[in-house]
């Protein structure tokens, strides 16, 4: 006997009651509620995926660190130049140095802190050889740290200068005239007579 003909010869079962309790009915009915959750949990996963998409393209500011209002911005304070001329009208007065030096091919010109010009000449290499600057104030604007065996306080052309070496090389000299500071810096040292013919370059035009 069919198993529908079965449960209506019992008698008195609602047909729906009948028609849920065959074989495959309760397969479909769990198919239909197992579609359903899953349906639902791709509309979550879709518009999870949605919200993302939308943080990214136009909130991307979201994602990044907040920055400090406090903080400032660091700036280069070298500025270089083509000339010398550049240089002066920049920094806002004049400076006079030689056209080459023994070992160095070219020149590089700039102002540091808009305050100070530093004209230094590089070998075949771009190794520094000569480093002059001059610059206003009094203080010490060599940029040289190092410590030197040894340091004198000389006179050179009419003017205290500060020697700073080995005892036998000049590594570098300072020194003040009218309101502005000169510094020389000899990257593999100086003698005196170079650091003389120098100085008489740089102070020709102070005295003119």
């Given at each position: ?31 239909k509620v197992i579609s359903f ?70 020149r590089e010109i700039a102002v ?97």
């Amino acid at each position: 006997m069919k198993p529908m003909t079965l449960l209506k010869a019992m008698g008195g079962i609602p047909d729906e009651y009948i028609e849920s309790a065959l074989p495959g009915k309760q397969k479909k009915e769990t198919g239909k509620v197992i579609s359903f959750f899953r349906r639902r949990e791709f509309t979550v996963l879709a518009a999870a995926a949605l919200l993302l998409i939308l943080a990214f393209t136009l909130a991307p500011g979201l994602l990044r660190p907040a920055e400090d209002p406090g903080q400032e911005q660091v700036t280069n304070p070298f500025v270089t130049y083509q000339s010398l001329e550049e240089a002066q009208e920049a920094a806002g007065f004049t400076l006079s140095v030689p056209e080459s030096f023994e070992g160095a091919g070219r020149r590089e010109i700039a102002v540091i802190d808009g305050r100070i010009i530093d004209v230094t000449y590089l070998d075949g290499e771009d190794n520094r050889v000569l480093t002059i600057r001059k610059g206003t104030g009094e203080e010490d604007i060599s940029g040289d740290y190092n410590e030197y065996p040894q340091e004198d306080v000389t006179e050179l052309e009419g003017l205290s200068v500060t020697v700073r070496g080995d005892g036998k090389r000049i590594f570098l000299a300072l020194w003040q005239e009218e309101g502005y500071s000169y510094a020389v810096s000899f990257d593999k040292g100086g003698t005196q007579d170079q650091l003389k013919e120098i100085m008489k370059t740089v102070m020709r035009q102070v005295s003119e």
